[in-house]
Nanobody, 115 residues
Framework: QVQLVESGGGSVQAGGSLRLSCAASGNIFSFNYMDWYRQAPGKQRELVARISRDGTTRYADFVTGRFTISRDIAKNTVFLQMNSLKPEDTAVYSC?????????WGQGTQVTVSS
């Protein structure tokens, strides 16, 4: 089965940067798309960014211009570069993949942004 493992989370001050990684146990070029989601306590899970098989990217309005999703196909890894972080970005960030008709999820990594 496909496994997704996130890393790179941590604590950072407002205005700082983090780069999250999602390592997949499979050829990500064969995936329909890969996503980054986030969920803060008491809030609904929300889509942050998506990269499709053809490289097309999509971003939530609240991160556009600050976050960038990218991939290293050879390493089967998707990244989320997060710049100009705000306290409201604090959440558990999870990667997800659509592989044919099946959804897969990582376990999540905590991002905490302090004032």
């Amino acid at each position: 089965q496909v496994q997704l493992v996130e890393s790179g989370g941590g604590s950072v001050q407002a205005g700082g940067s983090l780069r999250l990684s999602c390592a997949a146990s499979g050829n990500i070029f064969s995936f329909n798309y890969m996503d980054w989601y986030r969920q803060a306590p008491g809030k609904q899970r929300e889509l942050v960014a998506r990269i499709s098989r053809d490289g097309t990217t999509r971003y939530a309005d609240f991160v556009t211009g600050r976050f960038t999703i990218s991939r290293d196909i050879a390493k089967n890894t998707v990244f989320l570069q997060m710049n100009s972080l705000k306290p409201e970005d604090t959440a558990v960030y999870s990667c997800a993949a659509k592989i044919w008709t099946v959804d897969y999820w990582g376990q999540g990594t905590q991002v905490t942004v302090s004032s």
